[in-house]
Each structure stands twice: as structure tokens, then as C-alpha cells.
T-cell receptor, first 114, second 115 residues
């Protein structure tokens, strides 16, 4: 079963604009992670936010987490053509001994047009 | 460091044939994972391992077997390939640290077609 679900499924923007992707999940978590996948490549870890954190920054990335709404958002500021990729959120379960497994959403395909 | 290396990168099989996908990591990670990625389905966990000599079933284990004889290697086997196993297979690894998940490091995948 999918724990995380990204929204929208696809997003197309112009270079320089900001891109916002959302992730919703169902059960309590220890942390939530965001990954990027370029076409034909493996996933690359972007950022991890723990359940007791509300916001985290890394370069042009800003991630927020609202555990009361079971949702997270990934903001990419001043987007570049090189940001074109699929973005996935991944969650673990905070109970049941699943701290070493992640469940991935279906991803958001971001296209940044030059 | 090479990170996570998967071999082969591409393979075409006939229904009923068998094959083994190899994953090797050079980061001394304890945990290793095999996923399959299908259009519209995201990544689904097939099997995983929390250490040398241990394996466990994930979300979609049927039709696959795994072995972790050495810490750095995680093998995924298809004993009798079926067209439904046509997919892109990803291996990942992570290190253990306390009780919370750590980032996973992925290989670039094996694209497998079953005719």
C-alpha cells in the first residue's frame, strides 16, 4: 500500500519560477524524505525531515512538515532546466519495527522549460 | 567511491528463463533493498536485508528470491521469469543509525524485459 502520495502528478513551469510539490501520508512517521529521479537514473536523496521538525532548508530547497495534517511540501525556488525530474516523497512507519523500510509515493514529474 | 552498482544494466529474457541481478555497494552499509519501478506505480519494495546473511520479504516478493552472503552484495533472482516481471529494478543501501531511517543510496537500475 502507498504511504505517501504526491500532488500534483505533473507540473510544468518556466525557468526562474518556484515549484511546489505536496505529499500526503496516512500513518504516523519517524521522518519523511524527498528524492529526485532524473530520467533513466536512480533516485537521489534530497532532504530528510524528522517528525519533530516543521521546516528544513537545503540550498534552493525548502521542505515543510505538518504532522497534524499528515502532509509535507517541497518547494524549489528559482528553478532551472536541470531541475527537470521526478520527485518522490518517502515515509517510514513509526511503529511495527519498520524503521529500516521506506514507502515511496508515485512521484511528481516536474518539467522546467528554458 | 562507486556507491551502488547494479549489473546488468539491460536484459531481455524469454518467459520461463532464470537470471540473477547483482547489486554491490562499497559504503559498508548494513541495509540493502530491492525495488521494482513500474509506470504509474512508483517504487515497490521486493525484498530487503538488514545485514549479512539475513533477508526479508517486502511488499511484492512473489516470484523473486534474494541472498546476502556478503555484506557488500545483494542478489535478486528470478527463477522462472514471467512477462509481469518486466520492470526497472533498483537496488539501494543505507547505514543503520538508531531507530530512524537514514537516506537510501540507489543504483541506476536494471531494465528487464520478459518476452
Amino acid at each position: 500500500s502507498q504511504q505517501g502520495e504526491e500532488d500534483p502528478q505533473a507540473l510544468s513551469i518556466q525557468e526562474g519560477e518556484n515549484a511546489t510539490m505536496n505529499c500526503s501520508y496516512k500513518t504516523s512517521i519517524n521522518n519523511l524524505q524527498w528524492y529526485r529521479q532524473n530520467s533513466g537514473r536512480g533516485l537521489v536523496h534530497l532532504i530528510l525531515i524528522r517528525s519533530n521538525e516543521r521546516e528544513k532548508h537545503s540550498g534552493r530547497l525548502r521542505v515543510t512538515l505538518d504532522t497534524s495534517k499528515k502532509s509535507s511540501s517541497l518547494l524549489i525556488t528559482a528553478s532551472r532546466a536541470a531541475d527537470t525530474a521526478s520527485y518522490f516523497c518517502a515515509t517510514d512507519a513509526s511503529s511495527g519495527g519498520s524503521n529500516y523500510k521506506l514507502t515511496f509515493g508515485k512521484g511528481t514529474l516536474l518539467t522546467v522549460n528554458p | 567511491n562507486a556507491g551502488v552498482t547494479q549489473t546488468p544494466k539491460f536484459r531481455v529474457l524469454k518467459t520461463g528463463q532464470s537470471m540473477t541481478l547483482l547489486c554491490a555497494q562499497d559504503m559498508n552499509h548494513e541495509y540493502m533493498y530491492w525495488y521494482r519501478q513500474d509506470p504509474g506505480m512508483g517504487l515497490r519494495l521486493i525484498h530487503y536485508s538488514v545485514g549479512e546473511g539475513t533477508t526479508a520479504k517486502g511488499e511484492v516478493p512473489d516470484g523473486y528470491n534474494v541472498s546476502r552472503l556478503k555484506k557488500q552484495n545483494f542478489l535478486l533472482g528470478l527463477e522462472s521469469a514471467a512477462p509481469s516481471q518486466t520492470s526497472v529494478y533498483f537496488c539501494a543501501s543505507s547505514y543503520s543509525k538508531g531507530v530512524s531511517n537514514q537516506p537510501q543510496h540507489f543504483g541506476d537500475g536494471t531494465r528487464l524485459s520478459i518476452l
